[in-house]
């Protein structure tokens, strides 16, 4: 369970987040919305304590991430897989070494790693070009390969900020089935975006956010700003 308690961030006293009071439920798929700088991805950096707030606390669980060690920190993002609109691969390396680099960094044994990223690939759809680098695959696929990459530690969330903006039509209903079936299994979704047609079709709970605040809260929304 996430939990956002009168949380408010600002940068040289213009605020990105004012009181904001969310609460997140485990297994939810949730639809962070609204323009540019709305403060969606003021959120999300908050969450991940990439960000500290200005005032107010931040839970997952009972754990206050606002308080939270440097030693504590890697336990944390293992804990939230995050995909961005960018992809973030490693050029030089393929998709099984993109997706295997993650567990290596968090010091997973060669025989696990070999065992595991041929499965979380298998998930995305990607096992057959595994041996293929990023210049070699559709933004869809690269997109796919991050999912993937956020999956090695089994999160209990994933955080997609716009991960569909680089992306055509085709490719972008691609990566929301994927999003959509982890959350099947049982992972909890926050799927920022500003895209209405993407919105309006899963048909699940939408936060629509405005100048820094929570203007509508509603299960099965849609996006109407």
């Known amino acids: 369970m996430i939990l956002f308690s009168n949380v408010s961030k600002y940068y040289n006293s213009h605020p990105a987040l004012e009181g904001i009071n969310l ?48 030693t504590e920190l890697p336990y944390l993002r293992r804990r939230i897989g995050t995909v961005f609109q960018d992809f973030k691969l490693l050029a030089n390396r393929t998709a099984f070494e993109n997706v295997a680099f993650a567990m290596e960094v ?12 041929p499965q979380i690939l298998q998930l995305v759809g990607l096992e057959q070009k595994a041996g293929q680098f990023p210049r070699e695959l559709s933004g869809g696929e690269q997109q796919r390969v991050a999912i993937a990459r956020a999956l090695v530690h089994q999160p209990d969330i ?16 691609d990566v929301i089935r994927l999003l959509m079936k982890i959350h099947e299994l049982g992972t909890t979704i926050i799927l920022a975006t500003h895209d209405r047609e ?28």
């Open 23 to 70: 609460k997140i439920s485990q297994g939810e798929f949730v639809s962070i919305v609204g323009q540019s700088g709305a403060g969606k991805s003021t959120l999300l950096k908050l969450l991940i304590a990439e960000e500290a707030p200005t005032q107010g606390r931040i839970y997952l669980d009972d754990k206050e991430i606002t308080s939270i060690s440097r």
């Open 106 to 117: 968090a010091g997973s044994p060669r025989k696990e790693i070999a065992q595991d990223v």
């Open 158 to 173: 994933i955080i997609a900020d716009e991960p569909t903006g680089n992306l055509d039509p085709l490719n972008t209903w």
């Open 198 to 225: 993407i919105i309006n079709t899963i048909n699940k709970r939408v936060i629509s956010f405005d100048k820094g605040r929570v203007v509508r809260d509603e299960e099965g929304g849609r996006y109407i700003l």
